[in-house]
């Protein structure tokens, strides 16, 4: 590896970084239709710092924290990517700094020493270090097992510094409302910072039995700041009854969403539970949600919240007339967006690992779109010689794309809407089966 890699100016933030850093910034705000921040007045000042979030939706979830944080990050990565040149100084570019194991050679334990020395140095600069506890990413709304390496570096942290700073953990929740789309909801949970000092004493006598017990804590904290379903095989039914209760009851976007996201843990936590047992009222529930998630199939309709059903024909009508008066807008964000926006879904098509696609997703798109309106801004300079008309027409195409974009997803919710409408009442089982859930629903409520 060249010496120019071997020391990252991690500590010198480059033009190009923080120009790069507004635009995705900028990006990820639209790529989400909102995103929601909790606990960040818990966020410690001027301590070692190392965040640890669960880890779901690969570079997504990397993002979330860096964004979400007022502070530098970094970040570690195994350093047997960092072997290529380019790959190294594109990694060091991004923050990412090497992580030896005993694999990576004899020298590996010299090498972590001072990667860490740096890790102390730039934390206590202010910047914030990021590891994902899980090590790998989970495929669903569980918090995987945590491995050590969270726990570890965290000691090493302190011990680099001669246990001379207090180093603190923060686990840090991830919650998204669907993983692998756009244009959908984020929450993000922070949690109390977890103090490592109490624990260095028993780190010098016995650094395994340290791990152990940081790590227990943090599975604790984590879990508290998530939704975690103890297998996959509850998600089907924990999402359907999520589905079910998501009934907006503030004004507040931000409130309704948190509310939301109390409700999934608490339905997590009855599911968890109901599944330990093993009881007669969790085979009747199982066996509900199956069946009743077989009709939604066989009628072609999704699932709504509890209110969404009753709307009246007169609603459902001046829905569909609003949907028409704003087709020629759609129909104008399409024209100009519709290739950037779909060549990325049809380059990660053959993607087997779901969790991948958000990232490549986001990652494609940004590309495409940069490339594709400077190009659009070229043919206008050659087509107009009227300043003020390019610069109105070049900002309205990405405001006309997200509207397009919105305006697509309400007209699948209303031609939903419409089915249920229509369809739903010739089936009085699919109604009976709803019901049931609904009431089972309002019994945890209680």
């Known amino acids: 590896m060249p010496k120019k890699s071997d020391s990252p100016r991690l500590g010198t933030p480059l033009f190009l970084y923080r120009l790069l850093f507004s635009l995705l910034r900028f990006y990820y705000h639209l790529y989400y239709k909102r995103v929601t921040i909790v606990g960040q007045d818990q966020l410690p000042e001027n301590v070692p710092l190392i965040i640890t979030p669960n880890h779901q939706n690969a570079l997504m979830d990397a993002l979330a924290v860096l964004f ?21 100084r594109l990694l060091y570019f991004l923050r990412i700094l090497p992580v030896y194991r005993l694999r990576d050679g004899a020298n590996s334990v010299e090498k972590n020493r001072a990667v860490f020395a740096k890790a102390v140095r730039l934390m206590q600069k202010g910047w914030v270090l990021t590891i994902m506890p899980e090590g790998v990413h989970s495929e669903g709304k569980t918090l995987q097992r945590l491995k050590k390496g969270a726990s570890r570096i965290a000691f090493q942290t302190a011990e680099a510094d001669g246990f001379k700073s207090p180093v603190f953990v923060l686990p840090f929740g991830i919650d998204y409302e669907h993983p692998d789309k756009a244009g959908t909801k984020l929450l993000l949970n922070i949690g109390k910072p977890l103090p490592v000092a109490p624990l260095y004493e028993k780190y010098q006598r016995d650094p395994q039995m340290a791990f152990v017990e940081l790590g227990n804590e943090l599975t604790l904290a984590l879990k508290k700041q998530i939704v975690h379903l103890d297998t996959l095989e509850l998600e089907d039914c924990h999402r359907l009854l999520c589905r079910l209760s998501a009934v907006d009851t503030f004004k507040s976007v931000e409130k309704n969403r948190i509310e939301q996201f109390k409700k999934a843990q608490k ?37 709504v919240n509890t209110k969404q059903p009753l709307n009246s024909w007169l609603r459902l009508v001046v829905q569909s007339l609003f949907w028409l008066i704003f087709l020629p807008v759609q129909a104008y964000g399409v024209l100009f967006n519709y290739l950037p926006y779909k060549l990325p879904s049809l380059l990660i098509k053959r993607i087997k690992d779901n969790q991948f696609v958000s990232s490549l997703n986001f990652g494609l798109s940004f590309f495409l779109f940069l490339i594709w309106y400077a190009l659009l801004f070229v043919a206008m300079l050659v087509s107009f010689d009227n300043w003020v008309l390019i610069i109105f027409v070049l900002i309205s195409f990405p405001y006309a794309g997200l509207l397009a974009f919105y305006q697509f997803k309400f007209s699948l919710r209303l031609r939903n809407s419409w089915r249920w409408k229509i369809g739903s009442k010739k089936d009085s089982e699919l109604m009976q089966q709803r019901q049931l859930l609904i009431n089972q629903l309002k019994l945890w409520a209680n």
Not at 270 to 282: R, S, T, V, Y
Not at 284 to 294: A, F, G, I, K, V
């Open 68 to 88: 979400a944080i007022d502070r530098p990050v970094f970040f570690l990565a195994r350093a047997d990517i960092f072997k290529k040149p380019f790959v190294a």
């Open 267 to 303: 339905i997590a936590n009855h599911l968890n539970d109901l599944n330990q047992k093993q009881g007669a009222e969790w085979e009747w529930l199982q066996t509900n949600c199956r069946n009743y998630l077989s009709n939604l199939k066989k009628h072609n309709l999704k699932e």
